[in-house]
């Protein structure tokens, strides 16, 4: 509703049709309108696309949206494409540099999709939450006592997440937090924080 509404001046369409000589200027006038009526459904199409996809999203993400980052699940562009009926290509087209504005911020539909790992609601859980999970962990870790990967891995697993050693190490190097070597290093020479430490 928001988008600005496109139509045909119809009005500029009847007077350049009264001046039309022949045939061939009228057919080539009536192609032309064709055309736009044409741009006009397909841009309407893309809307509607648009929104319904990330209605989609949005259903399947509610966690994220009532929660936060913790509470998002697995997501496959396939998984939305099924239940809105259209190709996967088309969903990856519609999700690309497209943004969506919430309380929590504004994130690239993208940002919504991704891979998982197994938990114990049997539903699992995103990349994205088990991300933030770490992040928290080693936030809140006491300076004396610095969290292994092995560690990190056995608090999530005692949390539900059926994660392994490497899983985490990968996923504590993506998000730039040093090992737990330097984690201790650091809190030794009383430098900063995980949470500057990673920017």
């Not at 080693?138 to 949390?159: F, G, H, I, R, T």
Request: glycine letters at 6%.
């Amino acid at each position: 509703a928001s988008l600005p509404r496109l139509v045909v001046n119809r009005e500029y369409y009847v007077e350049l049709k009264g001046g039309a000589r022949d045939k061939k200027a009228l057919s080539w006038l009536n192609e032309q309108l064709g055309e736009a009526d044409w741009l006009i459904r397909a841009l309407d199409q893309r809307q509607k696309t648009i929104l319904k996809t990330a209605a989609e999203i949005v259903k399947k993400q509610e966690g994220f949206f009532r929660h936060g980052v913790t509470a998002m699940r697995p997501l496959t562009l396939r998984e939305v494409a099924e239940q809105i009926e259209m190709h996967e290509s088309t969903v990856s087209r519609v999700t690309s540099n497209k943004y969506l504005a919430c309380p929590r911020g504004t994130f690239e539909l993208k940002y919504f999709f991704s891979s998982g790992v197994s938990a114990a609601d049997g539903e699992g859980a995103s990349s994205e939450a088990i991300k933030a999970r770490i992040r928290a962990l080693c936030e809140a870790e006491d300076p004396k006592k610095v969290l292994s990967d092995q560690k990190l891995a056995d608090l999530l697993n005692e949390e539900g997440f059926d994660l392994a050693r490497r899983t985490v190490a990968k996923y504590r190097e993506a998000m730039n937090i040093p090992s737990s070597v330097e984690r201790r290093r650091i809190a030794r020479h009383d430098k900063p924080s995980v949470n500057s430490a990673q920017r």
